[in-house]
């Protein structure tokens, strides 16, 4: 009884050095989103948890998720503390520029940042001749339009005051 017993432990001690102990979470569910989104988020069920940051450049609520994890821990009671996700925040600008630090062109996310901030600038570009030559401007062609031109200036935060406020933003 005892051999069984001391094999059967020695199975699960295995088992969980192979597999884990079976604490399941996600893990990166929120990169990629902003904070304010993220714990808009998590807030429906759980408690947002700043793990890490870098940069100041941006508001926290407009830093960059980099990583995400769910965790608990043990309050000053001993209570458990569960639905905890810890966040890692990058504040840096999305793409660099000068005097303003940020993620370099040359990597993929500099490219996509890049790629947003080139958009909003062109949006900015035609509302202002359209504004000139009381001409509508494209964000006003149709819903379509008007959606992407929203998803373009909430992504990139480049557009013009002009811009966001012609969006109701």
């Known amino acids: ?9 020695g199975v699960a001690a295995v088992l969980v050095s192979v597999c884990g102990s079976g604490v399941a979470g996600a893990v990166n569910e929120y990169k990629g989103l902003t904070y ?20 100041s450049y941006l508001p926290t609520e407009k830093c960059i ?3 995400s994890r769910t965790g608990g821990f043990l309050d000053s009671s001993g209570n458990s503390r569960r639905g905890i996700v810890l966040l890692d925040l990058n504040c ?10 940020g993620n370099s062109a040359a ?3 500099g490219k996509d940042a890049m790629k947003w901030i080139s958009r909003a600038n062109n949006i900015n570009k035609d509302f202002a001749k ?24 909430e992504t990139s935060g480049k557009c013009s005051g002009d811009v966001l406020d012609f969006l109701g933003l």
């Open 130 to 153: 359209a504004a000139e030559t009381g001409a509508q401007p494209i964000c006003a062609k149709d819903d379509t339009y008007r959606n992407f031109c929203i998803r373009i200036c």
């Open 65 to 67: 998720v980099t990583g």
């Open 107 to 109: 990597t993929p996310e």
């Open 92 to 101: 840096n600008a999305p793409a660099a520029a000068s005097g303003h630090p």
């Open 36 to 55: 304010e989104k993220a714990a808009a988020s998590i807030s429906r069920g759980g408690t947002p948890v700043i793990a890490s940051r870098i940069g």
């Open 1 to 9: 009884m005892k051999k069984r017993l001391a094999q059967g432990v």
